[in-house]
């Protein structure tokens, strides 16, 4: 699978989630990683190319992270929109 | 000119012979407007008895999972320049060894951006820079990291792993923590910055059980130098510490934890075999007493502070562990064992608590080591491991053969 392709899936399964489940980095490899039947290594470089580019981001809230798709005010205040 | 508040609360705060947290923010306030409007804060919440702080939330470096940890108040109009009150974690170098040019580097850094405010250093070894606006955290970030300087660990990430001086100055470092440290702290830069674990993960490093960096109250992996020769004692030395007035029976024989040392006639002697290396003597005596042999670590596991269940100390594990460069054996044992953590932990759950729920069996499978009575953390009522009906036959079927 092409690594943009694989990108779109893990976006579509953040999104699926949103609003709904506090998703570790470790649930969306694996989640992804089952529905598209690819290594979760493979999720797991495509999720973090990602987070650098700020199309996801950590987030933390009582301890515990988690990940996330950033709000507007996020990507504006790093200058991605 | 920053605004100045009453503050008769915690003015109470500064009396007494002890360094004052209240003292130093109001030299800050004297020129920060964030530490003034702290201070404001601060009087207020204990005048109305009510914390107005929140935490958390969506802050960061681009990249970075960990290292800011976002704070707010929840009174911003009231007090405008903390709207936004953000702490950054640096990761501090080994043993907490500065020149005076980086932290003067660090403090200009921190005037020009936060609110001046630092702690010198955060229970979990970073330099702890608090209070700053969402708006400057990347230009903080750049500066730093600029001057070779990178975040510290935060949320469910490998912590910046922290160590007591070791050799630098002290000669009963069995290890050295230094090198340990820094070398660990190379080899998890990914877990450190980038949170995908249940939750957090500490690691510290002691030269030897004297363990002034408090490892075994406060680190999920605790790594303590220790050694497996005998002590050895200058009896010369033990009797000026006899005539120099210490009782050696009372201070140091009925001190021993194990009760491995005998003082007869002027002649201490110890039981070797019976000694578990926690340097109460040692420390007490250090003209006469002398550790030998081979040096490595001894690994525990466990340590947290009240969070899910109550606070737990570490426990022994490895006995003993190589610890040379380039510390391949440490690095994969300590790999192994966050991947069983990792594995079956559940989201906020510590090592130490995980290890209690699934017992230590599983653990000492998953890593390849086996149970060894130096493993016991309560004698004669602590059934760490249970043993299988297996067990039992491999043991008859050895017997029989």
């Known amino acids: 699978m092409e690594k ?78 | 000119m920053p605004k100045k508040y009453d ?101 200009d850094i921190w005037d020009k951006y936060g609110s001046g405010l630092t702690n010198m250093h955060g229970s979990t070894g970073d330099i702890i820079f608090l209070g700053t606006d969402t708006a400057n955290l990347e230009a903080i970030f750049a500066e730093f990291s600029s001057r070779g300087w990178d975040l510290g660990g935060s949320g469910s990430a490998m912590r910046t792993p922290s160590c007591c001086i070791g050799p630098a100055r002290c000669e009963w470092a069995n290890i050295d923590t230094l090198d340990i440290c820094y070398q660990l702290t190379q080899e998890f830069q990914d877990e450190l910055h980038r949170p995908a674990w249940p939750y957090k993960f500490k690691v510290k490093v002691a030269g030897c059980a004297t363990d002034c960096v408090a490892a075994i109250a406060r680190a999920d992996c605790s790594i303590i130098g220790t050694w497996k020769g005998p002590i050895l004692v200058d009896q010369d030395e ?33 039981a070797d075999e019976d000694c578990n290396r926690c340097m109460h003597c040692i420390a007490k005596m250090t003209k006469a007493l002398r550790p030998s042999g081979e040096r490595g670590a001894a690994i525990l596991l466990g340590s947290k502070a009240p969070i899910v269940v109550g606070s737990l100390l570490s426990w022994v594990v490895v006995p003993f562990i190589k610890a040379e460069p380039p510390y391949d054996e440490l690095k994969e044992m300590i790999r192994n064992i966050i991947e069983w953590w990792d594995e079956h932990a559940k989201p906020r759950e510590r090592i130490g608590e995980l290890i209690e729920v699934k017992g230590m069996r599983s653990l000492l499978e998953y890593i390849g080591v086996d149970p060894q009575p130096q493993q016991i953390k309560h004698p004669r009522k602590d059934p760490f491991i249970f043993f299988t009906d297996e067990d039992f036959e491999k043991v008859y079927t050895k017997d029989k053969v």
């Open chain 1, 4 to 81: 943009e392709e694989l990108k779109e899936k893990v976006y579509a399964y953040m999104l699926k989630y949103k609003g709904k489940k506090k998703l570790k980095e470790k649930d969306v490899c694996k989640g992804v990683s089952g529905e598209a039947g690819i290594g979760a290594d493979e999720v797991k470089k495509a999720l973090r190319e990602m987070i650098d580019a700020g199309k996801l981001m950590y987030s933390y809230a009582g301890g515990a992270s988690s990940v996330e798709i950033p709000s507007e005010e996020y990507l504006r205040e790093k200058g991605l929109i």
């Open chain 2, 7 to 107: 503050t008769p609360l915690l003015d109470e705060l500064e009396k007494g012979p002890y360094p004052s947290f209240v003292t130093e923010i109001k030299k800050a306030a004297e020129t920060s407007d964030m530490s003034a409007d702290a201070l404001g804060q601060i009087e207020k919440s204990y005048r109305d008895k009510i914390p107005y702080w929140k935490h958390g939330g969506i802050v960061g470096v681009l990249g970075y999972g960990g290292g800011v940890i976002g704070r707010y108040s929840s009174l911003p109009e009231e007090f405008p320049n903390i709207a936004h009150f953000h702490t950054v974690r640096i990761n501090q170098p080994s043993g907490f060894f500065y020149t005076t040019k980086a932290l003067r580097e660090i403090c």
């Open chain 2, 238 to 270: 033990v009797k000026n510490y006899a005539k120099g007035g210490m009782n050696i029976a009372a201070e140091i024989v009925r001190m021993c934890p194990t009760g491995c040392m005998s003082y007869k006639n002027g002649e201490l002697k110890v």
